[in-house]
């Protein structure tokens, strides 16, 4: 059985950095694609960074500067996913999940909520002054 655990996230001063990871068991596609997506409050779920399985990385516009998504593929189907924030600020404050699916290209675009077959529970990251 696929899951994805994300680990605590926390609460940050504003400008500050922050590690979140995603511990990924038994997933098995030949390709596949990774994504971390958050939920602020009042708002939609956002897709803020997406990789593949060949290390290809994808960022919203609104994050890119300060977010790098990357990933430690392991044995038996299990993999590490790693966000790392930078200079935090107050609209970063969101639930943050963690996401995977079947290859998909994700140079162009970060495949929508849709397309993941498997979600993480969510960490709660908040920012602070």
């Known amino acids: 059985e696929v899951q994805l655990v994300e680990s605590e996230g926390g609460s940050v001063q504003i400008g500050g950095s922050l590690n979140v990871s995603c511990i990924i068991s038994e997933l098995r596609y030949p390709g596949y694609t990774l994504a971390w997506y958050r939920r602020a409050p009042g708002k939609e779920r956002e897709g803020v960074a997406a990789i593949d399985k060949d290390g290809h990385t994808n960022y919203a516009p609104s994050v890119k500067a300060r977010f790098t998504i990357s990933q430690d593929r392991q044995d038996r189907g299990k993999i590490n996913l790693y966000l790392h924030i930078n200079n935090l600020q107050f609209e970063d404050t969101a639930m943050y999940y963690c996401?995977?699916?079947?290859?998909?290209?994700?140079?162009?675009?970060?495949?929508?909520?849709?397309?993941?077959?498997?979600w993480g529970r969510g960490t709660q990251v908040t920012v602070s002054s």
């Open positions: 996401a995977a699916g079947p290859g998909l290209p994700v140079t162009k675009v970060i495949p929508p909520p849709s397309w993941y077959n498997y």
